[in-house]
């Protein structure tokens, strides 16, 4: 399969927007895998919850820090092409913090309101915002069906107040208003495998899908090595990572496929 490397030019596109889009940086066996075993996923189905918005619709995902199976996820997680990319953009080794399925179902997924993940994960004790996420498109990402919306170069902005709106966590408004005046809201259009690293200090959202079609994104979120942070379920302190080769995703893809139909 081919490699990606993050070039210097695209590390210094970070510092400057707070994200990089790498469009199809993964192919489309590894997307198919990724959508038949993630959709069927009855173990995961029963782990969805939800964060309601602020019209009052649910925002649903399930959410783990699993590191102990040797499945598609955990391929996808620990692959070179996303950890090693994280570590470049965030300059330290990096270690699973968790990831995610953002389940956006065809017209009823809920919204995500503006907000920043540290705006999160400062309550869970990291100290620094060294951190950030990784977004892979498992359906195509749409402005019709609620793709991620980001303010460019945000997350030089340090850490906004944020507070509760509907159940989520959320930037606070006025803010974002007079935030909005000056940077520019990019609508993060995706195809399946193209993944967005993000930082977490970058703000951004993303609409409810009133469209016909789902909208499932895998987001594999990484702390880095330096940062303290407390140790929770779901948010662990710093353990190691164990780099896969990126081959892993397709040769344990298609054996929990074959296993699981
Ligand atoms: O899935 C989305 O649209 C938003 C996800 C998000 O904001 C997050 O996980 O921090």
Not at 66 to 89: P, Q, S
Not at 95 to 122: F, I, N, S
Not at 186 to 204: D, K
Not at 226 to 231: G, I, K, Q, V
Request: charged fraction near 25%; include cysteine; glycine fraction near 8%.
């Amino acid at each position: 399969m081919s490699t990606f490397t993050i070039t210097p030019e695209q590390v210094s596109q970070f510092s400057e927007d707070g994200y990089l889009m790498a469009r199809g940086l993964f192919d489309a066996e590894q997307m198919e895998l990724l959508f038949k075993i993630g959709k069927a996923d009855q173990e995961k189905a029963h782990k969805v919850s939800a964060a309601v918005d602020t019209e009052g619709r649910e925002s649903k995902l399930w959410l783990t820090a699993d590191t102990d199976r040797e499945d598609i996820y955990n391929g996808f997680v620990r692959c070179h092409r996303i950890v090693d990319t994280m570590e470049a953009v965030l300059h330290d080794e990096v270690y699973l913090y968790h990831y995610k399925m953002m389940v956006k179902e065809a017209r009823v997924g809920g919204a995500w309101e503006w907000h920043q993940d540290y705006g999160y994960w400062y309550g869970n004790g990291c100290l620094y915002p060294d951190m950030g996420s990784c977004m892979i498109a498992v359906d195509g990402a749409t402005k019709a069906n609620g793709c991620l919306q980001v303010l460019r170069g945000s997350h030089k902005l340090g850490r906004v107040d944020h507070g509760t709106y509907g159940t989520q966590t959320g930037a606070n408004p006025e803010r974002i208003e007079e935030i909005s005046k000056h940077l520019e809201l990019v609508y993060c259009e995706m195809e399946p495998g193209t993944a967005l690293f993000f930082h977490a200090n970058t703000l951004h959202r993303s609409d409810a899908n009133n469209s016909d079609d789902p909208r499932w994104t895998l987001i594999c979120c990484y702390n880095t090595r330096s940062n303290p942070c407390n140790d929770l379920p779901g948010h662990p302190s710093y353990s190691p990572l164990e780099k896969w080769p990126d081959e892993r995703i397709k040769e344990i893809g298609r054996r929990q496929l074959a296993e699981t139909s």
